[in-house]
């Protein structure tokens, strides 16, 4: 990934041709070669993310009998990754924005690959708890890291398509996971795990190399006032001469340079309610289906499902290909009907999707399967969200920590539903335990109506601007301050 290697991607122009002070360097810029690279290398994060916080669900059936784990070393185990991943995301995001996002770009998947070897070694319950929350620690990391970067250098033409995009590959490599562990569990038996947990090593390796070469986010240099430098940047990557009045103009006319924004900053005015927002609706989809990527062949095993073996695990694959199914379609929906549409329509359908299952919790297999593959489409079509919100809603030298901040929010919410899962089942049952997940979700659609803005087809400057109603589709200048509430 070279600057050099881009160069070829459009004809050199002449070095006094300038492009008009009206159009965006970047917003409206065309999808470079690099622009493409950049999206499958970002996607990395997101694929092991899924892969690596979705393999556990099968490996923990072994896992809990080789290393005689009761309830509630389960729980902690299953929840291990998150609680990382809430550590992670919160120390990282304000590092990120202090030194940049292509340092922190590759060095997060290194302690991914380190701790997904180590577990070929684990002997005992609390070996397996503590490499599961490092591998949390670094799936944290990469959150802000990974969305950020491709935020700041997409056009805004298919921002919102692209962003949300790596939910979808989270998705893919949740449910890879699953057939991984499928594939070694028919094959060698649960006795497999140790080579499951590790498996996510090799993805890791060939990540790594797709990342090596990146370009520092531009818009974040413009912040940092080395201006020259993202001159450079976006030159190699539109594959043309850009002259220092073109980026004078975009740091006059969009990326403003300022005074680097605290961390603290992010609990004021309307980046609270922003943060809240993203982070409590991320959490209200994120615990339901961190349940089934965890305890799903548990969890079906309680409705009845499946003898303790691979057909469970064969019905949770089912399962996570109704999330990554149901991302489909809602990567155009969130461009052709918007962002808020789309976020109250998945928590509203989603709820009635679930509560047949607490209403009738000794339902046939086949009635069990067709709800939860119900939901899983909706909470599929809703989850794209969860990248895309929390990285437009707020300004450049904040972006990283507020999407760490969300992400914080959401993952801590999820660790602690993750641990209840197993006691909550053995517990009250699957019933009551279901009507909870639809309550989540309730929740979830309440904090959407009042709260869920709408970005369409906006610059990255205009949706983290100043305020406007609530669910507006119009596009005017915004000069508000987000730090300060309307009055």
Not at 3 to 29: C, F, K, Q, V, Y
Request: proline share 5%; hydrophobic share 50%.
């Amino acid at each position: 990934m070279q600057p050099t290697d881009d160069t070829a991607a459009a004809p050199m122009a002449s070095r006094n041709e300038t492009t008009p002070m009206s159009t965006h360097l970047i917003d409206d810029s065309p999808l470079t070669r690099y622009h493409k690279r950049l999206i499958i290398a970002c996607s990395g994060g997101p694929f092991l993310d899924g892969y690596l916080l979705s393999i556990v669900g099968v490996a923990l059936t072994g896992a809990s009998k080789d290393l005689a784990l009761d309830s509630n070393a389960m729980g902690i185990a299953g929840a291990a990754s998150l609680i990382g991943l809430f550590v992670g995301s919160l120390v990282f995001g304000p590092i990120t924005d202090r030194i940049g996002r292509r340092i922190m770009y590759t060095a997060d998947l290194i302690l991914m690959i380190v701790a997904s070897l180590a577990c070929l070694w684990i002997g005992t319950g609390w070996q397996l708890i503590a490499l599961r929350l490092i591998v949390g620690l670094a799936v944290g990391a990469d959150y802000p890291i990974a969305t950020s970067l491709l935020t700041e250098w997409m056009p805004k033409k298919y921002r919102g398509a692209v962003i949300g995009l790596l939910s979808t590959i989270w998705l893919v490599g949740a449910v890879l996971a699953y057939l991984v562990g499928y594939a070694l569990t028919s094959a060698y038996g649960v006795e497999a795990w140790r080579w499951m947990l590790a498996s996510g090593a090799v993805f890791g390796v060939i990540v790594l190399i797709l990342r090596m070469g990146a370009h520092e986010s531009p818009r974040w240099l413009i912040c940092r006032g080395r201006v020259e430098e993202a001159r450079t940047h976006i030159a190699a990557v539109l594959g043309r001469d850009v002259t220092t009045q073109e980026v004078t103009a975009l740091v006059d006319s969009e990326e403003p340079q300022q005074q680097t924004t605290s961390l603290i900053e992010l609990a004021r005015g309307d980046y609270l309610r922003r943060v809240l927002f993203c982070g409590l609706t991320w959490m209200c989809i994120a615990i339901p289906q961190f349940a089934l990527f965890t305890y799903g062949p548990i969890i079906l095993s309680q409705f009845g499902f499946g003898d303790g073996g691979a057909e469970e695990t064969l019905g949770q694959i089912i399962l996570n290909l109704g999330f990554l199914v149901g991302s489909l379609p809602a990567l155009r929906w969130v461009e052709t009907r918007g962002r808020r549409p789309l976020m109250i329509g998945s928590f509203l359908f989603g709820a009635l999707a679930l509560l047949p299952l607490g209403v009738w919790p000794d339902a046939p297999g086949w009635f069990v399967i067709t709800f939860f593959f119900l939901f899983t489409l909706i909470n599929g079509a809703g989850t794209i969200l969860v990248f895309i919100y929390p990285n437009e809603l707020f300004p450049t030298q904040v972006r990283a920590s507020a999407v760490g901040v969300a992400t914080a929010i959401s993952r801590l919410g999820a660790a602690i539903g993750t641990y209840l899962v197993p006691l909550s089942l053995s517990g009250i049952g699957t019933g009551p335990t279901m009507l909870i997940g639809v309550g989540l979700t309730v929740l979830g659609l309440v904090i959407s109506l009042f709260w869920a803005e709408e970005t369409r087809n906006r610059s990255l400057t205009a949706t983290a601007g100043g305020t406007e109603p609530v669910g507006s589709d119009e596009h005017p200048t915004l000069t508000g301050d987000p730090r300060k509430s309307p009055a």
